[in-house]
């Protein structure tokens, strides 16, 4: 089928990529989604999905990933789903410099270097929909996330900007707001901060054990953590509505967070956020 709409679906080895890049098969896109290792195309290509490697760090991948994709389709994009990222943890005092601008390069600098490159072929076709999954974390912030809601309160700022600025161009910018699902998000996670972070000798060690628990899973469980389908949902409208949201927010701890920022004076929202652990 030549009339299908096509989709670059990025982060798709596992979790909330990999999952929506399936569905959307199912629905009838042409999806190209990627990975950054060899291994994790063959799990895709055995569903009929076009796996590509690419690596938001490496700027000529995404121009391969990029030219590969508008060779097969003729110079067609309909839509990206930029969704790869990952978090690392330790409080802002612990974080060296060097993690800071890996996640950057990773959640920011990546993202907006793809975008870039298919923004031409978007406005060559007079529409297009890019869509960002940010977190939260990118409008409420939270102790011990200081360089993942750095990345994302920037990716928020930036797409917000881009969305003004493609008005009338007929490509929209929406950015989605999870907060927990289930993915390998966590145990990405927990490797970050062993290796960035010196957990022991920092004055948050004890608050560091809890984080440890937390995310290797001998901590409390969070009862609000919903599936990646949760977020299909709303990608689903925001890839098709005639009028697609700005913001779309995903379970509800990130309703919460969101709707009290706006409503409680500053200082008392802040204070509570602190009582989180």
Known sequence: MTDRKSIIVTGASSGIGAYCARALKQDGWRVFATVRRQED?????????????????????????????????????????????YGQPGAVEDLPVE????????????????TRRVLPAMRAAGKGR???????????????RG???????????????LRMELEGSGISVSLIEPGPITS????????????NIDLEGSVHAAAYRRELARLDGTGPVNRYKLGPEAVYKVLVHALTADRPRPHYLVTTPAKRGYFLKKLLPADLFYRLLRRLD
């Open 99 to 114: 993690a800071l601008r890996e996640q950057f390069e990773t959640n920011l600098f990546g993202w907006h270097h793809l």
């Open 147 to 161: 360089a993942y809601t750095a990345s994302k309160y920037a990716l928020e700022g930036l797409s917000l900007t």
């Open 130 to 144: 890019i869509v960002q999954c940010s977190s939260i974390l990118g409008l409420v912030p939270y102790r011990w």
């Open 41 to 85: 195309l063959a799990p895709l290509e055995a569903e009929g999905i076009e796996g590509l490697l690419m690596d938001y760090r490496d700027q000529q991948s995404i121009d391969r990933l990029v030219e590969e994709v508008l060779q097969r389709t003729g110079g067609r994009l309909d839509a990206l789903y930029n969704n790869g990222a």
């Open 184 to 195: 390998r998000f966590t145990a990405n996670a927990l490797a970050r901060i062993r290796d």
